[in-house]
C-alpha cells in the first residue's frame, strides 16, 4: 500500500470523525433528560403494618425538548431484601393525608403527576407520596428511596435517595 492511500485514508478518517463529532454535539439538547436531587423523605405509620412516605425532590430539564409526565412512582430499597414499590396517593388525596396525618409534617411542594410538564431547561421543586406495606420501622432503616419520572414518549428517568 503506498503513502498516498494511508494519507487519504488519515485524512478521510479525521473528515468522518469530525461530521460525528458535529452531528452529535449539534443534537444533543434534543434527547430528553432530566437529573434531579431528593431533598427530604418522611415517613409516618399507617394502620395494618403500612408506612406513609412523602419524598420533597428537585428536578431540571436540562434538554431542549418538553418532558411530559406519564407516571411517577417510588420503589424502597432495602438491604439484602427485594425492592418494595410503593402505592401511589393521587394529587387529590395529598391533602388529605396531611390533614389526616399532622405528624408527616408542612406540605412544601406540588405534586408531581400527569399531565404536568417540565419545560426545556427548567428546575421545580415537588413531592410524591407513596404507602409501602411495611413496618415504619423498615422504611427507617432503608438503603434508599428511589423516584421514577416516565415521559409520555416512554422514556424513564430513576432518581435515587442519597442517604
Known amino acids: 500500500m503506498s503513502k498516498q492511500f494511508w494519507g487519504f485514508l488519515g485524512v478521510g478518517l479525521v473528515v468522518v470523525g469530525l461530521a460525528v463529532w458535529a452531528i452529535w454535539s449539534g443534537t444533543k439538547s434534543a434527547h430528553l433528560d432530566l437529573t434531579g436531587k431528593i431533598l427530604k423523605v418522611r415517613s409516618i405509620a399507617l394502620d395494618g403494618g403500612r408506612t406513609l412516605v412523602a419524598v420533597d425532590f428537585r428536578v431540571t430539564n436540562p434538554s431542549g425538548v418538553p418532558l411530559a409526565i406519564r407516571e411517577v412512582s417510588l420503589r424502597m430499597e432495602r438491604y439484602q431484601e427485594e425492592p418494595v414499590s410503593g402505592v401511589e396517593v393521587s394529587r387529590g388525596d ?7 396525618f399532622p405528624l408527616i409534617g408542612v406540605k412544601y411542594n406540588d405534586v408531581l403527576a400527569p399531565p404536568e410538564t417540565i419545560a426545556p431547561g427548567k428546575t421545580i421543586d415537588r413531592m410524591a407520596e407513596a404507602s409501602f406495606d411495611l413496618p415504619e420501622a423498615a422504611v427507617e432503616v432503608r ?9 409520555v414518549d416512554g422514556v424513564s428517568f430513576d432518581i435515587p435517595e442519597k442517604k
Open 143 to 151: 438503603k434508599g428511596v428511589i423516584l421514577h419520572v416516565e415521559d
Open 94 to 100: 395529598v391533602d388529605a393525608m396531611f390533614a389526616a
